[in-house]
């Protein structure tokens, strides 16, 4: 199984920071990379596809990039419903693994 | 607007079978990859298996041969099947649309297995 690690597991920030979360994986997943945030309570919703193609309809302050192992998502000017849990997902082999998720929260 | 909807018990008894169904509303099951995540209470996803509308399953090796998910054209909907359930079944199963991404999510439902 290719193993997901996220950094860090959890985050504080203040409203209007930039922050960034990092996944990576244990062997070249190319671009098979999705991000995903989930609220409490709520199904998770698919911000970025391909590791660096945002979701019709997400704002423009999330993106991602990366390639082969190491994979960012960045948000910019942190909002009050950007206080999440975030998790990536290689799509590249079954089992279709995520991250353990990261824990962003309001400083 | 394509929406999934998960049915199935809620309270299943352990060594017995969990069954759910996900329904797709407003599209076709048709064309795509269908997957089924799951999430034990206070933990991460769980990426349970994946099969495209015409079949061919994937599974999740760390469930052993308990799983089955199946689809059925004709009544727009997918299927779980997880034998031999034991709490640490217990979780939120979604079911989602994979297409750049596991772009559309149902509500979820709670599972819990317990005597």
């Known amino acids: 199984d290719i193993q997901m690690t996220q950094s860090p597991s959890s985050l504080s920030a203040s409203l209007g920071d930039r922050v960034t979360i990092t996944c990576r994986a244990s062997?070249?997943?190319?671009?098979?990379l999705d991000w995903y945030q989930q609220q409490v309570g709520e199904a998770p919703k698919l911000l970025i596809y391909a590791a660096s193609n945002l979701q019709s309809g997400v704002p423009s302050r999330f993106g991602g990039s990366g390639s082969g192992t190491d994979f960012t998502l960045t948000i910019t000017s942190l909002q009050p419903e950007d206080f999440a849990t975030y998790y990536c997902q290689q799509s590249y082999s079954a089992p279709q693994t995520f991250g353990q998720g990261t824990r962003l929260e309001i400083k | 607007q394509v929406q999934l909807h998960e049915s199935g018990p809620g309270l299943v008894k352990p060594s017995e079978t969990l069954a759910l169904t996900c329904t797709v509303s407003g599209g076709s099951i048709s064309g795509y990859y269908w997957s089924w995540v799951r999430q034990a209470p206070g933990k991460g996803l769980e990426w349970i298996g994946q099969i495209y509308y015409s079949g061919s399953p994937k599974y999740n090796p760390s469930l052993g041969n308990r799983v089955t998910i199946s689809v059925d054209t004709s009544k727009n909907h997918l299927s779980l099947k997880l034998t031999s359930v034991t709490a640490a079944d217990t979780a939120v199963y979604y079911c989602?649309?994979?297409?750049?991404?596991?772009?559309?999510w149902g509500q979820g439902i709670l599972v819990t297995v317990s005597s």
């Open positions: 062997q070249t997943i190319y671009t098979y």
């Open positions: 989602a649309r994979a297409f750049r991404g596991l772009d559309y």
